[in-house]
């Protein structure tokens, strides 16, 4: 049974920072890229990151220079440091699991929910 649990959400501040973490279990980890996709009030999910089993990540425009992604293998377990925090950070942030490497291409689009193993979310509140 695949599991994702994320942790390290919370209610902070404009310029702040946060760590997400999101541990994993019942999947040969090192053969998936993670990606972190997260959904506001309101609007749909969105690609927000992407962590090659290599650790090389790739990120949306609106994040980059600002978030990092980072994973452990040995220890199932993938991160997103989040610096320089912004109102519109505000969401809910999923960490999920892609076999094919589809995230790569920093898309995310609501018919490829299907396609990945999803955490339950943790929230993130960013207030001005």
């Known amino acids: 049974q695949v599991q994702l649990v994320e942790s390290g959400g919370g209610l902070v ?3 702040d920072s946060l760590r997400l973490s999101c541990a994993t279990s019942g999947l ?26 290599s650790g090389t990540s790739t990120y949306a425009d609106s ?8 994973r452990e293998n040995a220890k199932n377990e993938v ?27 920093r898309l995310y ?7 990945y193993y999803w955490g339950q979310g943790t929230q993130v509140t960013v207030s001005s």
């Open 79 to 105: 991160y997103l440091q989040m610096n320089s925090l912004k109102p519109e950070d505000t969401a809910i942030y999923y960490c999920a699991a892609d076999p094919t490497g589809r995230l790569w291409s």
């Open 13 to 15: 501040q404009t310029g």
């Open 28 to 53: 040969v980890f090192n053969t998936y890229t993670m990606g972190w996709i997260r959904q506001a009030p309101g609007k749909e999910r969105e690609f927000v990151a992407a962590v090659s089993w």
């Open 63 to 70: 994040v980059k220079g600002r978030f990092t992604g980072s």
């Open 109 to 115: 689009r609501q018919s490829d929910y299907d396609r």
